[in-house]
């Protein structure tokens, strides 16, 4: 009987170590999503009150199409073998091209009808980063970031800094006005004048639509993350959002995940949105999914924080929340695509 | 026997339940450090290669006497009752008027020969916070952050936009030649020589000196975290370091702690140095002293980014960690207090 009931109790507490190990947990769960894909990329132009009643056929067709084609060249690049930063970059550029998004041409206008425009980059491998904010002249601002990141020592470059140093380098530069856009004009006219109805203060409304991000996890196993942004309409004293903001807009850790982030920048470099999910991977063994849900759904929702996310993990998964009515979006793996508008 | 067995096997289960679950190891960590203080308040100068051979008699009493004053004008904010955020700013701001650390007043010099301050502060009662980026005339950079904070809906001004702002709150503005002193242009002097003779390399030699914070946690239990800084000698492109990044250079949450750091910037934008020991706390159980030297002298160590923090968690409990010769330091506490400048 003695003999009997020490077998019983070893069998229990092999059993109740296994069930209380919180890193035992955590691979059960690492486990889960291990279908490792060779290579993951997923985008966003920008989160906000998108609805469908608001938009024509031609507009959502237009969304749609640069969308897919931005997603097509990062996906190509990741394909043929290139690397995360490229992929990610490239497809930003498309974005940055495009009068659509609230980045490069199409940016928004400030309270003064200028741009300034912020872009960050950000790799996994060895968290190599650059960010630039408030650039009026650099065609890609996303390229100065890179420029930022690879060629100089700094992390942060902004305004006339950043412009000089992106002519140094070589980058393309345009005169403020190639990134004027009737509509981002016309939201600006819409945003003084209800501004100039009510108490004075800044009009929040066209801020959450068209920040642009790409994140990515190349064949080589290396993750990169990367946002651009003209910030918010009718912004005034030279603001800077989250998108170039190392951790609150832009994240990237191979040991974790990338992230890019699109919203109400505030909240998103209060809540260091972008790095707390890497943290709630690596400290809570919290998947993808999870940390990227917690941080969205959970935390910026309390605090009232509207946005979301892009991101994914070492593995090749995605997760992309977002708390708002639409987001535009997309990501590829080899046997998954999608791109969509609408929640 | 049965019965028996039944008992053993119940008191067992009871036991391993507790032995196992990772939020009573948590409440355990945390009753060890909860000898509450009613308030508690920790500056730093700056880190760097500071050691007692280069210094002479006279500038060691002159830095113990600013690191005095400026603690003790925090201290008795604190001990009256008032807030965590009044002592930063106030501690910060004597310490901005001091010539001898480089913020406000002894700023260090750009490469183009001026001055550009950066400053944050942040409150850890409902995760507020304020960030200055490249002010040129703002007397108290720390003021400027405080009215961002509190006075803007916005984070993080940078440039001539931030000058505006603090223009139109009335606060003090100086010419840039006020931050003028003959210590820091021969610095620059020197480094520029340097950078001739080598490789024409920015020269990281006088960046690590006297970057100035302060956290605090008050009689009411909320924290707050402030940090001030001219940047790096002879910086260019209007280059950003951690100082007005919040999650890097400046965090406060009040479910864990109030960080303030200074170093090698870049290092600390890359690791979200404030943040971490932040989410070290919240996500692994951590202790304060645990947390922070997880990060400055594991982390940063390993990735070569030198410099420290000081940090204050919620129950009062003070970490003043740093991987470099000396950092200008202090604190108090109802029962302790202490100024040191070396190892």
């Known amino acids: 009987m003695t003999l009997r009931l020490i077998f019983i109790l070893t069998l229990f507490i092999a059993f109740s170590t296994i069930g209380c190990n919180p890193k035992l947990e955590n691979n059960t769960k690492t486990t889960e999503s291990m279908k490792k894909a060779t290579y993951a990329i997923a985008i966003h132009g920008g989160a906000g009150t998108i609805l469908k009643k608001n938009m024509t056929a031609e507009q959502e067709a237009a969304y749609l199409k640069a969308l897919n084609e931005a997603l097509s060249i990062g996906e190509q690049i990741l394909k043929d073998g290139g690397t995360s930063t490229d992929a990610v970059v490239e497809a930003i550029m498309h974005l940055e091209n495009s009068p659509l998004f609230n980045a490069g041409k199409g940016a928004v ?64 530069t345009v005169s403020n006005s190639y990134f004027y856009t009737e509509s981002r004009w016309n939201s600006l006219q819409r945003v003084k004048a209800n501004q100039d109805k009510s108490t004075g203060m800044l009009e929040l409304v066209d801020y959450k639509f068209g920040t642009v991000g790409c994140v990515a996890l190349d064949q ?8 651009s942004t003209g910030g918010m309409t009718n912004k005034k004293y030279n603001r800077l959002g989250d998108s170039p903001i190392i951790g609150s807009g832009n994240y990237a850790n191979n040991k974790t995940c990338a992230v890019s982030a699109t919203g109400h920048g505030e909240y998103f470099i209060r809540y260091t949105v972008a790095y707390d999910i890497s943290a709630l991977m690596e400290y809570k063994g919290l998947s993808l999914e999870d940390a990227a849900n ?10 009232g924080g509207e946005g979301g996310v892009i991101a994914v993990d070492k593995y090749g998964n995605i997760a992309m929340p977002f708390n708002s009515e639409g987001m535009y979006r997309g990501f590829a793996t080899p046997t998954e695509r999608e791109v969509k508008i609408y929640k």
């Open 109 to 172: 206008f400030t309270n003064e009808g200028v741009h300034e425009l912020d872009a960050s980059i950000m790799e996994g491998k060895d968290l190599n980063a650059g960010a630039v904010g408030g650039v009026t002249i650099v065609k890609n601002p996303i390229l100065a970031a890179r420029a930022v990141m690879e060629k100089s020592e700094h992390v942060m470059l902004i305004g006339k800094g950043a412009n000089q140093f992106a002519i140094e380098q070589g980058l393309d």
């Open 220 to 227: 080589q196993g290396n993750l990169a993350a990367g946002t």
């Open 294 to 303: 917690e941080v969205v759904n959970k935390k910026l929702v309390k605090a």
